[in-house]
C-alpha cells in the first residue's frame, strides 16, 4: 500500500530521508507488561476524529467541510473514495461506544465537525448539529467513558475555505466563535478538551504539498497557515480557560523521534532542520519560546512577515497536558538537491528494515521512538503532563468467519506500550494513553484501505467485529 503522509514517511526543507533497521527497537523494555504497572489513574483511552468515522455528511444541517470537497476532486483520494458514510457513526455512536466500553477502555476521544455546528463556518449555531455531540456525551456517560473532546481535526467548513481559510487572519475571529459556541454548549460536561489535533501536518500537508485538504501549496500559504494556526491554538485554549471552570486543556503534536544518518554536521544539522519541523514548530510558541528559527531559518518568516504587535505573547499559553502522537521515528540524511523542496519520498522498498518491521501505510515500527519522544518533549520546563494521544498501526488485517487476526497489531501495541511504560518510570509524567483506532475508518488520502482499527468494519455492511487486538485490549486492561 502506498503511504500517506510525505511529512510523516519523509521529505523536508534542504533534508532527504531514509530509514533505519528497527533492530534496537525492543532494546531497554522494562518488566512484564500489566495495567498495574501503570498505575491505577492511567487513563486507557481510543482515539477518533469526526470526518473519519461519522459519515451522515449531509444530514441535520451539516454544511460541506474542506475534506468534502477535497475528496471530489479526481486523485486526491488514492482509492477514489470519500467520507460519505464512512463508519457511520453519526447513526451507530451508541454500540460503537458499548463495543469501546467492552474492550475496558474508559476514556474516548473525538473531535467536533465544525461544519455541523456552525453550518455557515460562523454566525448561528445548528441546533442539530450540536444535539448530536449531546447525544454522544449521553451515551459516554451512561457508559461511565470520560469525553476527551477535540475541537479541530482537520475539517474546516468549507465556506470557511473560500474565504482563504488558515492562510485568512480572519480565521482568529472564525475560531474564537466556534470555540465559544462549543464551550457554551457542552462546557457544563464535558472536561478535557483538545484544542488542535497535529497542526504541523494539516498545516504542511493540507497547505504547503496539497496533499490533503484542501490542497494549496507553497510556502505563501503554508507560512500564514502556521502562524494563524499557533495562535488559535493558544487563543482558543484562552477561551476555554475563560468559559469552562475546572476544563482540563491541551493540545495534540505529531511527533517523531528524529535522528541524523551519520554523525557528519550536515546530517546532524539536517535532523536539526526536520526535528524543528515535526516536532518543535508548534510546541515552542505555545511555551513562550517563539518559533524554532535557530535550526530552521526559514521560520524566521513567520514572525518578520506574519506576525502582528503583539503576536509572539499572545502565541503562549500554559497548557495542562500536551497530547503526543506517534507511529515511526525519521532518519535523516543531508541532501545537496533538492536544496528547497519538502515531500521527498524515500520508497519502503529503500528502506532497511525487515519486512515485519513496517506497517501498512509504509511506516517503519519503532517502538523505542515513542520512548524518546517523551523524554524530548517532558524536557521541557513548561510541559506539566503528557498524554499520548494517538498512537497505533494500520495492517492489512484477514477476516476469516468471525475472526479477525492481527498478531502484527498486537505485537505493535505491546511494544510500544512498553516503551511508554519505561518512559514513565524514567519519571516521564505521561498519565494516560489513546490507541489510533476504536474502527477502521477514512485514513484521508489513503481512503478506506489502511486499516488502524482496533474493531474491523465491513464498509458494505457497517458490521463490526472485534479485532484479537482489541480482545488483547480487553483481557489486559481487565487484570487491574
Ligand atoms: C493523524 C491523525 C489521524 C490519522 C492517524 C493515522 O495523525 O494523521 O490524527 O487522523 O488517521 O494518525 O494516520
Redesign the pocket.
Known amino acids: 500500500m502506498n503511504r500517506?503522509?510525505a511529512l510523516?514517511t519523509a521529505g523536508t526543507l534542504g533534508a532527504g530521508l531514509i530509514w533505519s533497521p528497527s533492530l534496537l527497537a525492543r532494546l531497554g523494555r522494562p518488566g512484564d507488561l500489566t495495567r498495574q504497572a501503570f498505575g491505577r489513574d492511567f487513563i486507557w483511552g481510543t482515539a477518533t476524529?469526526s470526518y473519519?468515522i461519522e459519515g451522515a455528511v449531509a444530514e441535520d444541517g451539516r454544511t460541506p467541510s474542506i475534506w468534502d470537497t477535497f475528496c471530489d476532486l479526481p486523485g486526491k483520494i488514492k482509492t477514489g473514495e470519500n467520507g460519505d458514510v464512512s463508519c457511520d457513526f453519526y447513526h451507530r455512536y451508541e454500540s460503537d461506544l458499548e463495543l469501546l466500553q467492552s474492550m475496558q477502555f474508559s476514556a474516548f476521544r473525538f473531535s467536533l465537525s465544525w461544519s455541523r455546528i456552525l453550518p455557515d463556518g460562523t454566525g448561528t449555531p445548528n441546533e442539530a448539529g450540536i444535539a448530536f455531540y449531546q447525544r454522544v456525551l449521553d451515551a459516554c456517560e451512561r457508559l461511565n467513558i470520560t469525553p476527551y473532546v477535540t475541537l479541530y481535526?482537520?475539517d474546516l467548513p468549507q465556506v470557511l475555505e473560500d474565504q482563504g481559510g488558515w492562510t485568512n487572519r480572519k480565521v482568529l475571529d472564525w475560531f474564537a466563535h466556534y470555540v465559544e459556541v462549543c464551550t457554551q454548549a457542552f462546557g457544563n460536561r464535558v472536561k478535557y478538551w483538545m484544542v488542535l489535533?497535529?497542526p504541523v501536518?494539516f498545516t504542511s500537508l493540507g497547505h504547503f504539498l496539497g496533499d490533503h485538504a484542501p490542497g494549496r501549496k507553497g510556502l505563501k500559504n503554508f507560512l500564514p497557515a502556521v502562524h494563524h494556526a499557533a495562535l488559535c491554538q493558544a487563543e482558543g485554549a484562552r477561551i476555554i480557560r475563560r468559559t469552562v471552570p475546572g476544563a482540563v486543556i491541551g493540545t495534540t503534536f505529531?511527533c517523531a523521534q528524529v535522528v541524523p544518518e551519520t554523525d557528519s554536521p550536515a546530517d546532524k544539522k539536517a535532523a536539526g532542520r526536520f526535528d524543528a519541523l515535526m516536532n518543535r514548530l508548534f510546541i515552542e510558541p505555545a511555551l513562550g519560546m517563539g518559533y524554532p528559527a535557530d535550526a530552521f531559518p526559514l521560520f524566521e518568516k513567520l514572525e518578520r512577515d506574519y506576525a502582528q504587535p503583539g503576536d509572539m505573547e499572545r502565541l503562549a499559553f500554559d497548557f495542562d497536558f500536551i497530547g503526543v502522537?506517534n507511529?515511526f521515528r525519521v532518519v535523516v540524511k543531508h541532501t545537496v538537491f533538492p536544496p528547497i523542496i519538502w515531500g521527498k519520498e524515500i520508497k519502503p522498498e529503500k528502506r532497511e528494515v525487515p519486512e515485519d518491521g513496517i506497517t501498512a501505510?509504509g511506516w517503519e515500527v519503532y517502538p523505542e521512538g515513542i520512548y524518546h519522544v517523551l523524554k524530548q518533549f517532558a524536557a521541557y520546563p513548561g510541559v506539566k503532563r503528557i498524554l499520548v494521544t494517538?498512537n497505533?498501526a494500520?495492517f492489512d488485517d484477514l477476516k476469516s468467519g468471525e475472526t479477525v487476526n492481527d498478531p502484527q497489531r498486537i505485537q505493535f501495541y505491546q511494544d510500544y506500550l512498553h516503551q511508554v511504560l519505561r518512559a514513565k518510570q524514567d519519571g516521564v509524567p505521561v498519565e494516560g494513553y489513546f490507541a489510533?483506532?476504536l474502527l477502521d475508518n477514512f485514513?484521508?488520502a489513503e481512503g478506506y484501505q489502511?486499516r488502524?482499527g482496533l474493531i474491523h468494519v465491513d464498509f458494505e455492511t457497517q458490521e463490526r467485529t472485534v479485532k484479537e487486538s482489541g480482545k488483547w485490549f480487553r483481557e489486559f486492561l481487565s487484570k487491574g
Do not use: P
Request: charged share 20%.
Open positions: 500517506r503522509h510523516k476524529a473519519q481535526h482537520w489535533n497535529e501536518v505529531s502522537q507511529y501505510m494517538e497505533g494500520a489510533w483506532t485514513e484521508w489502511a488502524f
